[in-house]
């Protein structure tokens, strides 16, 4: 009978302790999420005033403006999923990076003081997003690994926990920016 009852403790405190975990993993996961959510909050803060800034000096380059003008407006139009949502805030990122980049070959951008501090707020806030999302990407790691490792594996499932992504940089971020082409289109 002793037995019994302390096997039966034992499993109530593995219950115990794995839903604990799970909770406080999960919760760490949302407020890594949530501190992404404001960094990507003070980029599209930025965006209009650094986009009217270059149209001041760019041309042939409105159909990136106008992308990125569209993005900006589709990421808060509907309700996405955050995959879907990192998927705009990468595409952002990379028409953004483009444009600065062709922005370089302006003379007037270089004395422009405004369109100066714009841009190294802009490199700052791109910085702050990449901590963020590393931030994210552990504790999802971490969850992670509180889901599948045991004791959480035993009961997860059961308590409505599921496994979480990390955010995945497409392949085009992870390619050189092609300076020739980004200058000729």
Excluded: C
Excluded at 70 to 91: P, Q, S, V, Y
Excluded at 160 to 172: A, C, G, S
């Amino acid at each position: 009978m002793l037995a019994i009852f302390t096997i039966w403790v034992l499993l109530m405190v593995a219950i115990w302790y794995s839903h604990n975990n799970l909770v406080s993993k999960k919760n760490q996961v949302d407020n890594a999420y949530g501190a992404l959510d404001a960094m990507l909050k003070k980029r599209y803060d930025l965006l209009p005033n650094l986009i009217n800034i270059v149209k001041t000096y760019v041309n042939y380059e409105k159909n990136i403006l106008n992308n990125v003008s569209l993005l900006n407006e589709k990421r808060f139009a509907a309700n996405m999923n955050k995959e879907e949502l990192h998927n705009i805030d990468i595409r952002i990122a990379s028409n953004m990076n483009n444009l600065l980049m062709q922005i370089q070959n302006y003379p007037l951008s270089k004395a422009d003081n405004q369109f100066l501090r714009l841009q190294a707020s802009w490199n700052e806030v791109e910085e702050q997003i990449g901590a963020a999302r590393r931030a994210y990407n552990s504790a999802v790691t971490e969850y992670n690994n509180a889901f599948e490792g045991f004791p959480g594996n035993m009961f997860a499932k059961n308590m409505k926990f599921i496994r979480k992504n990390v955010l995945e940089t497409e392949d085009t971020e992870k390619q050189n920016v092609n300076a020739v082409k980004v200058f000729t289109t």
